[in-house]
């Protein structure tokens, strides 16, 4: 009996302390107006479980705030209601407001800390997403065509040969033309090494969770950065590098200083570029298939209308994207 009068003065305790702790914090600190929650709890069972959006609407306007605060079960919530409010916190005081969580498993075990997309905000952050948008924003994309096309051609040739391994050859055609493009390296017709070794580090993302795998996947992950990278230095050291990205970063380096710091930013640019690239780029092209095959008048209207503006003599290329509208629309739909 006394036992269990001692169990219950200690949870009432407990209960009382935390009550007493949630309204400190309340007090503590200046927090957006919200729903009231429960000790504890907080507002687990304030949270809509459909058309969430009707609900943070409502209690914007009821408590005629752009920012509503809720409490999770001790984890604190902000639901930001208007761009306008989005813009101020997280563009223009992102240096506060905007970080992502440290990734011990994904960044520190498996070695994905060399990609600007799992990095957390900082400097080496800022550095290698300023070298890669200096190489991949809207108004250079069109000095990468040619190689791009050369990719294309290559594919419709496999495609050709051999189409049962369609996604095996979609997934090879986006590794050449970033390899190409990113680090002057052309690939092997099969069983690239570089590409091998890529589509390994890229599925250590699907099995991020397994710890006692960390250590098997760290190893492509790693030699996904640092094996071309290595061999791009190593060709502009003999003057053998074909131009690329990443040889065009290295070639501003000054080669009597120390530039520890800037190799490592510049090899998160390349390697980002192969990880955004490749897997995007292979997903579309199976979207579209796909939609080829299940809304079979589309495909017809879109032959006809290539039979028509470029003939059988020739392939499409870019400077044919405005005489070809449909086939336009066709395209940006699958990649939406």
Not at 49 to 55: D, K, Q, V
Not at 262 to 280: F, K, L, Q, V
């Amino acid at each position: 009996m006394e036992q269990h009068v001692a169990s219950t003065g200690l949870a009432l305790a407990l209960l009382v302390a935390a009550m007493g702790l949630y309204l400190m914090t309340r007090r503590k600190y200046m927090l957006p107006p919200g729903p009231k929650g429960l000790p504890i709890i907080g507002n687990t069972f304030n949270m809509p479980t459909n058309f969430e959006w009707l609900a943070y609407q409502k209690w914007s306007r009821d408590f005629n705030s752009d920012l509503i605060y809720l409490n999770l079960l001790g984890t604190p919530v902000v639901v930001l209601h208007s761009a306008k409010a989005a813009y101020e916190l997280f563009e223009k005081r992102s240096a506060i407001y905007s970080d992502r969580v440290r990734g011990v498993m994904m960044n520190e075990l498996i070695g994905w800390d060399h990609n600007i997309a799992f990095m957390q905000y900082g400097e080496r952050w800022r550095e290698s997403r300023r070298a890669f948008h200096q190489h991949f924003h809207p108004g250079v994309i069109p000095k990468y065509y040619p190689r791009t096309v050369k990719g294309v051609r290559e594919l419709l040739l496999r495609l050709l040969e051999t189409p049962d391994d369609f996604m095996g050859h979609m997934r090879h055609m986006a590794g050449s033309i970033i390899m190409r493009i990113t680090y002057g390296i052309e690939v092997l017709p099969t069983e690239d090494p570089y590409i091998t070794t890529a589509e390994a580090a890229l599925q250590s993302l699907a099995a991020a969770g397994f710890k006692k795998e960390a250590a098997a996947w760290r190893k492509p992950t790693r030699a996904m950065a640092n094996v071309p990278f290595s061999k791009v230095q190593e060709a502009l050291s003999n003057g053998t590098a074909v131009p690329s990205i990443l040889s065009a970063l290295l070639e501003k380096l000054d080669p009597n200083a120390d530039n520890q710091r800037m190799e490592d930013r510049y090899r998160a640019a390349a390697t980002t570029a192969y990880t955004g690239g490749s897997d995007t780029t292979v997903s579309s092209l199976g979207t579209f298939i796909l939609a080829m095959m299940l809304y079979p008048t589309v495909q017809k209207r879109a032959r006809e209308e290539l039979d028509r503006v470029i003939g059988s003599d020739r392939l499409p290329s870019f400077e044919d994207e405005l005489e070809l509208p449909y086939v336009s629309a066709v395209v940006k739909e699958a990649f939406r």
